[in-house]
């Protein structure tokens, strides 16, 4: 497998290991990480309730796309602090569940939650080599840092398709793939003074792909079942993590300082005008594994 690395375990610490107890103050009780799926987002954006709702929305989609046969092994690209597995656990009909993630923090907190069936790895998916297929693939929200800025289109592709070559080999025949990823979509590069704030202070190496990168790397490995770009997910979901982060203002610069408050009030602020303004957008993007590989015309 050729390799086009994007961020390196590194540059993931630098944002994730800001610390679990600051995280645990804005997102949801299980520290899920990713947009949720709002069925109503009128009330008050602070709801802990309402977001923790929409987050197991979200969870439950994936879980439901990715079409686990009973005692089937699944696998999460990106587990994050295991909310997805945590909530796989406990449907009984799942059988071993294998996490990987880039950070410490994450693989320490999934651990500790001791869920049955689950082994979470501290490994890059591009060193992760299963000695047995999987029925089922989950990846949120890890895509965007599987190629770094400064790459041509063309580049992306092939880190893409590294990405979607690998489930390939490790998916069982006709298993599912269920990804979710933000995207640009009126937003064209990440060049200027916001790309810029984003790929030194936020999400070091990491880069956003187009559309028609992740079908040119998926397509000759999946077949596309259902694709849907809902921004809306993000705006909801970005105004209830300030919302969150603004009311334990105080608490959270004990936890990781002011000056990462500041810098998490700002990128929270950033990316909600990004989607309220259609600059980027979210996919998720259910995926069938084609029996084998196609060798397209280029
Ligand atoms: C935005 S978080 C999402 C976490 C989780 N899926 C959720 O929805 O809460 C991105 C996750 O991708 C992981 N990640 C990024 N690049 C990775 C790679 N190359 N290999 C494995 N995990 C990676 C990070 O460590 C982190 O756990």
Sequence with gaps: ?????????????????????FYALWLDDTLTYSAAAWDDASGDAGDA?????AQQNKLRHHLNQAALPPGGRLLDIGCGWGAL???????????EMTGLTLSRAQHTHVNS???PRVQAHLKDWRSHTPDHVYDAIVSVEAFEAFA????????RVRA????????????APGGMLSLQTI?????????GPVGAFFASDVFPASALPRLAEITAACDPYFSLTTLTSTPEDY??????????????????????GPDTYRRYRLYLKTCELLFRRGEVTLYRITLRRRPQRLHLPT
């Design 49 to 53: 309730v309402a977001l923790a709702r």
């Design 235 to 256: 705006v909801h979901t970005l105004r209830a993590w300030s919302a969150r982060l603004l009311a334990a203002r105080k608490q959270a610069e004990e936890a990781a």
């Design 85 to 95: 597995l945590a909530l796989a656990a406990q449907e009984d009909h799942a059988g």
């Design 183 to 191: 995207a640009f979509d009126n937003g064209v590069d990440a060049d």
């Design 148 to 155: 770094g800025p400064g790459l041509a289109p063309a580049q």
């Design 1 to 21: 497998m050729t390799t086009t690395t994007g961020a390196s375990a590194e540059d993931i610490e630098f944002h994730y290991d800001v610390g679990n107890d």
């Design 160 to 171: 893409y398709t590294d990405f979607f070559a690998a489930c390939h080999d490790w998916l």
């Design 113 to 115: 939650l001791a869920l």
